[in-house]
């Protein structure tokens, strides 16, 4: 096998998270009252669409959270145990090694064929001049840019438009069919009903949301391959590579803090609220003293903490990767201790409630134990403040990442993030002329994210919310 | 009453000792004073003596809670517990890493942070409740459904976003005002006035769309039915009915914040050059000052603490119903 399999302490808890939400899907799937929410979700325009720019986001962390090691070239004939070389790629790495490995000198702008610098530059004849020398890779296979440029942009652009068409024809076709079967009808009629919205899933969003990604996708490729379609940086890498690789940062902040403080909060929410008396009081405290402590300034002395400690302890981080991993799961870590409380307080509410409800008073008075009536009667009756809560909270906390990383006490350096992004871009607004494309990539692509996930939690909200119901 | 605000001051005691404890273990115990003087000195070729040199310079050569050597109370007290720790309870913050006072430090850069904060605060609730009064007016029409749009787009945008952009346009392209700054007196308005621009702009999607489902729901109420069945104007309905008894929920809402507007915002002024506490902060953490730090949570905490005090005695003072006991 060519490839080792690295996994590394977030890759592992990102595949806990997928693990268990496969497991409550399936949980949901064969309850009704489960069903129904979910079932109002995707039945909602703004839900479908949105879903579909998520999974978009979600498909190219994924990804990117596969790490592997590529196997060294050895000899033929040795007999010796194969060896791996040092740098841990993801396979988003691998898919798109063409970006990783087209750098640059320094900056160039979006779809540019020179860099943005002038440099000395020898001329054949001997002499030398100042001037924007050509890029190593954008526009290199263009032989006079100033002319053929515009129309080889439009060309590829177009190709890539195709492509995407074709791509998503074949794959509207897969769905249509796959509908047309369960639905048990002609995939005409589907069609049909599809188009006139007689469907209860708005597919017709659906459908359109994903040619939309499909062909922006295909369009993106197909130009990226030829020219660094949103610039490079300062030191000349590829700014869309950066924004996709961020991409597995955001998304991890976002889920991992909440799949962290989710055992806590929902321990200790619902201990409090049930138990009442001093169990109560000491679980109040907690999180009052918790939440008395500014957030960041909690989270920055923990992030000094673990400055401290690597660089005391440099020898236990074989590679950057690694430190930089542990770095951004120590960050969820202490985003988590600083969110839990919230959720506490609301499920402590609902548990207080919950407790004098006639069919939890029935159980306790029939004898039942403590956990059972937690497990059996609690829980799933707070489960969905946990899912709003969960939903709501993962905007915040991918905007929250960015700020703490501009602050220096957000993810590592070397890691690519907005935050990073956006830190490093300060000094290029400061520019003669502006240096506005990594500023512009972190905003899109941030901005697109946030926005999804924002719709969609109040999609969600409204779906779940019971005090909601039946307006 | 005050019985009450009494016996709310007791149970802070608990929760500020509680966050002073947990500093005490995020600064000496997960990290030894040793650690820190390597980190201020350099990390590689520190000798012993120079370690003990910065420890005894900056009061960290003793033991953490129990001093056997001293005899009597100062077996407690001369301990980095007490010095640097117990300390604060009196708010007593000693000196900085770099030997400045911390509590002059603070009274001094209050005054700029409260000076961006204040105003924010106030024309941000002023534009706000009025925008979400004028969605609530259309309601259920396109201007409704337009400006829900819109308030969820400007949500999602990073509060970075508005800075940076403030600062190209208003500064750079339009040279409207000073890109960062600060000076003393009156004179600073003209660095104030694109911090407290960015900062109302930054704050509308969040707080309006947060006043308006608040006024949405009191404009589903009975009083509102009552008030237009008695042929009261919608402008009336609107102004004297929903708005004064939303009121409510705004006031205390607003309260809860008011002590940590002394805090400041950390990004705002370390982007504008403001020299508040919330640039001190920032400065802090990157310098890893961790004398700071600890003073400024033992601050935030206080604050904090009063806050919740303040929302409820501001609700018997605005809901006649709420009685404190």
């Known amino acids: 096998m060519p490839l080792m399999p690295v996994v590394l302490w977030t890759d592992a808890l990102v595949f806990l998270l997928i693990a268990l939400g496969l497991l409550f899907g399936l949980y949901a799937a064969r309850h009704e009252h489960l069903r129904a929410p979910w079932r109002r979700v995707v039945q909602s325009r703004v839900g479908v669409a949105m879903l579909v720019v998520l999974s ?17 070239d050895t000899p033929a004939d040795s007999s ?5 070389a040092p740098e841990i790629l993801s396979l988003l790495d691998l898919a798109l090694s063409g970006l990783r490995e087209r750098q640059e000198k320094t900056y160039s702008a979006p779809f540019a064929t020179h860099l943005f610098v002038k440099e000395a530059i020898e001329q054949p004849d001997g002499s030398v001049i100042r001037d924007f020398p050509r890029l190593e890779h954008g526009g290199s296979h263009l032989a006079d840019p100033a002319t053929q440029r515009g129309a080889d942009i439009l060309f590829t652009a177009m190709l890539g438009m195709l492509k995407g068409l074709v791509f998503w024809v074949l794959t509207a076709f897969a769905i249509l069919w796959l509908i047309a079967r369960r ?3 002609l995939m005409e009629q589907t069609w049909t009903a599809i188009r006139a919205g007689r469907t209860p899933i708005p597919w017709l969003t659906a459908l359109s949301m994903l040619g939309l990604l499909l062909i922006l996708g295909f369009v993106a490729g197909e130009l990226a391959a030829r020219y660094h379609i949103l610039g490079t940086d300062k030191v000349g890498e590829d700014v869309f590579f950066q924004t996709l690789k961020s991409i597995r940062t955001g998304l991890l902040i976002g889920t991992l803090t909440t799949l962290v403080m989710l055992p806590a909060a929902i321990l200790l929410g619902i201990a409090a609220g049930y138990f009442r008396g001093w169990v109560d009081d000491v679980i109040q405290y907690l999180y009052t003293t918790l939440n008395a402590i500014p957030g960041v300034l909690l989270i920055a002395a923990a992030i000094l903490m673990l400055q401290v400690y690597m660089s005391n302890h440099a020898e236990d981080f ?25 959720l506490c307080r609301l499920l402590r509410g609902e548990a207080l409630k919950l407790r004098e409800v006639d069919y939890v008073q029935a159980a306790s008075a029939l004898g039942v134990g403590h956990a059972t009536i937690i497990g059996r009667h609690i829980l799933p009756n707070v489960m969905h403040i946990v899912l709003i809560t969960l939903v709501l909270d993962f905007s915040g906390l991918v905007l929250a990442e960015a700020v703490l990383s501009y602050v220096n006490i957000g993810v590592d350096p070397t890691m690519n993030s907005w935050g990073n992004m956006i830190n490093s871009a300060r000094l290029e607004l400061a520019r003669d002329p502006v240096v506005w494309w990594s500023l512009t990539a972190a905003f899109v692509f941030m901005f697109t994210l946030v926005l999804a996930a924002n719709l969609f939690a109040d999609v969600v909200r409204d779906a779940f919310d019971p005090r909601l119901r039946g307006i | ?71 009597g109370m100062a077996r407690l007290t001369e301990t980095i517990f007490f ?42 609730l002023a534009f706000n409740i009025s925008y979400a009064l004028f969605i609530v007016f259309f309601r259920a029409t396109y201007v409704d459904i337009g400006s829900v749009v819109l308030l969820v787009a400007m949500l999602s945008i990073s509060s970075l976003f508005y800075i940076i952009g403030g600062q190209f346009l208003l500064s750079k392209v339009f040279h409207l005002a000073p890109i960062s700054g600060y000076d003393t007196g009156l004179h600073a308005w003209k660095f104030l006035i694109l911090p407290v621009i960015v900062g109302v702009i930054g704050g509308i999607g969040a707080g309006t769309r947060w006043y308006r489902t608040l006024f949405l729901e009191e404009v589903g109420k009975d009083y509102v039915r009552t008030a237009r069945a008695k042929g009261l104007s919608e402008r009336l309905v609107l102004f004297r009915h929903v708005l004064g008894n939303a009121l409510i929920p705004i006031l205390t809402g607003v309260v809860v914040v008011l002590p940590l507007l002394f805090m400041g915002s950390l990004i705002t002024e370390s982007f504008f050059g403001i020299p508040g506490l919330g640039s001190y902060t920032i400065d802090a953490i990157s310098n890893q000052d961790f004398a700071i730090v600890r003073a400024m949570v033992f601050l935030g905490a206080v604050l904090y603490i009063l806050g919740l005090i303040l929302t409820d005695i501001s609700y018997t003072l605005v809901d006649p119903r709420v009685r404190l006991q």
């Open chain 1, 56 to 72: 978009a986001y979600g498909m190219v962390g994924l990804l990117d959270t596969v790490h592997v090691r590529l196997k060294l």
């Open chain 1, 80 to 84: 010796a145990a194969p060896q791996y």
């Open chain 1, 183 to 185: 639905r048990g009808e």
């Open chain 1, 318 to 342: 074989t590679s950057l990767v690694e430190r930089a991993d542990l770095r951004l799961l120590f960050l969820c870590l202490i985003l988590g201790v600083t969110s839990w409380t919230g």
């Open chain 2, 1 to 71: 009453m005050t019985a009450y605000i009494l016996r709310r001051l007791l149970y802070a005691v608990p929760i500020l000792i509680g966050v002073n404890l947990l500093t005490f273990v995020l600064f000496f115990v997960v990290n030894s004073p040793d650690d820190m003087a390597r980190m201020h000195l350099g990390e590689k070729r520190v000798t012993e003596e120079a370690v003990q040199g910065w420890k005894a310079a900056h009061g960290y050569d003793r033991p953490l809670l129990y001093n056997a050597e001293a005899s």
């Open chain 2, 83 to 124: 010095e640097k720790s117990a300390r604060l309870f009196a708010f007593q913050f000693g000196s900085s890493d770099d030997g400045r006072d911390i509590g002059y430090d603070i009274s001094q850069r209050m005054w700029p942070s409260l000076a961006i904060a204040v105003p924010v605060l106030l024309v941000g």
